[in-house]
């Protein structure tokens, strides 16, 4: 049995962001229905719609980024804060690996694909043993994949993207 290590430097970027992000958009929310109590004013009621629509993104993503993983012989469990998701692997089709760019550096990320669709991410900017877990994973590995940039915020908020195959 595997499990996950959180990367410290990841850990550290993903908690403070979060935590100035909702700060600082919970101000502005605070702010703005202040000046909503003086005066009905359908711009402060869009903009605060909006950065609670932002906030709630924030918060989403934040709870998605924070899994634990446990790897056994016969299965996969992603551990959530709320709740968790244990996939055998002879139910998962494949998984591929693609690399996400940073600033200043280049991670790699690995989509676990079952019915077509990606159902889970593990990334090395997440994870400090990803190449542990990559190591652990029974399944095949499929290389003429592509993962576009709003699919993969889709995975990132939780929603199962199709897979694409590269057309060269």
């Known amino acids: 049995m595997v499990k996950s290590k959180i990367n410290f430097e ?17 101000l502005i929310i605070y702010s703005n229905l202040k000046g ?11 903009k605060t719609t909006f950065l609670l629509g932002v906030l709630f993104f924030i918060w989403t993503f934040f ?8 790897i056994t012989k016969e299965d996969i ?7 968790s998701k244990k996939y055998n692997f002879n139910d ?9 760019l940073a600033k200043h ?32 994973i029974k399944i095949s590995e499929s290389i003429n994949k592509e993962v576009y940039f709003y ?8 929603l199962n993207p199709k897979v694409r195959t590269k057309n060269h």
């Open 10 to 26: 990841s850990f550290l970027i993903i908690h403070f962001l979060t935590f100035i992000l909702s700060l600082v958009f919970s």
């Open 36 to 46: 909503l109590i003086s005066a009905f004013n359908i711009m402060i009621i869009l």
């Open 63 to 70: 709870y998605k980024i924070h899994t634990k993983i446990i």
């Open 77 to 83: 469990t992603f551990q959530k804060i709320f709740n």
């Open 92 to 100: 998962l089709e494949y998984f591929f690996e693609k690399q996400e």
């Open 105 to 136: 550096r280049k991670y790699n990320a690995l989509f676990l694909v079952k019915e077509n669709k990606i159902i889970e991410r593990i990334s090395s900017f997440d994870y400090s043993n990803y190449e542990e877990l990559k190591s652990k």
């Open 151 to 158: 699919d993969l915020i889709k995975v990132l908020i939780g």
